[in-house]
Every structure is written in C-alpha cells, then in structure tokens.
C-alpha cells in the first residue's frame, strides 16, 4: 500500500479518532506510534469493538484497546515469508518495522492473494407477514417495498456483495412468489440464489432446519428488513478471532427515564439521579453461525434466534456479540419506512 502512513496515529488519540482514521484508511487496521514512528501497538476494528462492550467511552485514549504485542515482520523480509507469517497467524495485515522498531511498511494479505469471492452462504429471512406496514404490505411482500431506486432486499444483497459474497438462500413465506419473480436464481446480480420454502411460519431461526445440506463453512444470517452498512467480512472475522459457535451483531441502545430515579435501601434514600440515561445493547437481526449450529434448530417448528442462543448458552458453547457502529434500520414500523426513505434519499 502506497499511503500506508495514512494509517499511523499517535498514542494520544482517542477511540473516535481512532475510528475516524480506521474507517477513513479502509484497512481493518492502525498503527499505533510514538514521535519517532516506533510502532506501540495495533487497533483492529474487533479491538474497537470489544473496548464498546468493555463500556470504554468515545474519548478514551487509544492505548485502552490496543493490542500491545503485535506480530511484526522485519525489514528485508521475503514475500514468500511474509505471506506465510501471515498466513501461519491468521492475519490480514502485518507492520514491517526496522531494527529500531520503526514501522517503514505494511503488508496486506489481500495483497498478496488474488481476492477470492466469499464461499460462505448468506441467509436472509424474507418471511415475514409486515403488518406494520399495511396497508403497504397488503399486496407486496415487505422486503419489495422500495427505499430510494429499489427494494429494501436487493439493497442488503447489493451490500453483500460489494463484500465479495455470491452465495444466498432466502427464505420465502408470505407472497413469496413475488420475491422468486423478482430475484429468480441471482443471474441478474452474476450470483447464486436459492430458495427455502416456509409452508408455515417459522421464525428467525426454525428456517435454517430445512437446508438441504450443511454447509461447510461459517453462514451469516440477516433479517431481510434491515438496512445497514456493517462490513461482513469484519463481523465473519470478528467472529472466528473469537473462536465463537454463534455470534449475534448488537446495537447499543440508550433510553431516557423521564422521571427523577431515586435509589432506596431498605428505608433510607440513598440517592437521587435525574433522568438518568440506562444503555442496553439489543439484538440486531444480524448472525454469524459456525455448520454444528444447525444441529441446535428443531426441524419444522418455530424457533427464534434468541432461543437458538439461549440454548447454546445452556450447552457451554461460545457465544460472542459484535457492536454494530455504523449506520442500522430496522424497518418494523411506518415512521421507520419513511425515516429509511429520507435517509437513501440524502445518500
């Protein structure tokens, strides 16, 4: 990478800035360096990340989450040791410093690799009846109803492959012959697109029991009435740096109690908080699941993803939440339709 000094900042920086130069770089990674470029550490978008679900504040310095003892190649180092440096650790990006420990390069796997398109299926449950939404959903399925120039599903299946993704199955119930008309096999898109069929309602997860086979790698599983710009490959990555079996994308969420709170024990008033602001992460209808997840799911009965996790929480598996940082709509009510109208059409 030529500008690869674009993703260098010093260690006074805070985790907005740090973002702001993460997102900026579109690399998946920063530098952390001291006045003399001596590399400090290292920021990835999943440090970022679980720094939030650490409750590390916006303005917190950069050092809170940084990794502190990065893999790093030496200057003079071969390609083909490079390559296989990461390749050996799993990484995606590796700082080449000097003997002094000054970054002078970094290398990038994708760099290296011709990019590969993404072999893992995408599911997108697009069942649902949207009777939120009448009387627009009256006679259109609620992933048909246009945002901007078009529908809100080809819009995330658009999204999906701008991150190199080929491979859907949707899950179809209500009008869903409408959607197969309109999508057909995704030749339109040069992708692939299947089909399974719900004869009844089965909720976010029950679908995933009728795939006529398993597939070989990670899936990811999003509700077919969410518009987002969260990186997939990010959240797949995030998801296998944590050795995680299931993990479910969140989005912080914060309500105002309009009413002073005031902390009791027993008798005695212990304090007074005025409308204190709580946060919550939520569920964001967006899963990353490793094959043997499927094993979970009964096969043609409703089952939701919250019940999926909360049985694999009972099995000892590993679970892991993502925080969702970038933009997120989920399209359950009007004001929320119109409030995703404005929004694509300022874009």
Known sequence: MRNWKSLLIKSEATLLETMRTLDAGAKQIVLVVDEYEVLLGTVTDGDIRRGLLR??????????????????????????????????????QLP?????????????????????KKDNWVILMAGGLGTRLAPLTNNCPKPLLKVGSKPILEIIINNFIANGFYRFYISVNYKAEMIMDYFGNGEKWNIEIRYIREDQRLGTAGALSLLPERPADSIIVMNGDLLTKVNFNQALQFHTENNSRATMCVREYEYQVPYGVVNVNQHQISGIEEKPIQHFFINGGIYVLDPEVIDYIPRNRFYDMPSLFESLIASNQSTAAYPIREYWMDIGRMDDYERAVLDYKEV
């Open 96 to 116: 080449i410093v000097d003997d002094r420990g000054r970054v002078v390069d970094i290398a990038f796997l994708d760099e290296y690799l011709q990019k590969e």
């Open 55 to 92: 409750g590390e504040s916006l303005s917190a310095p950069v050092f809170s989450v940084m990794n502190k003892r990065p893999v790093t190649a030496q200057l003079g180092d071969d390609r083909e040791s490079l390559l296989a440096l990461m390749s050996a650790r799993k990484l995606h």
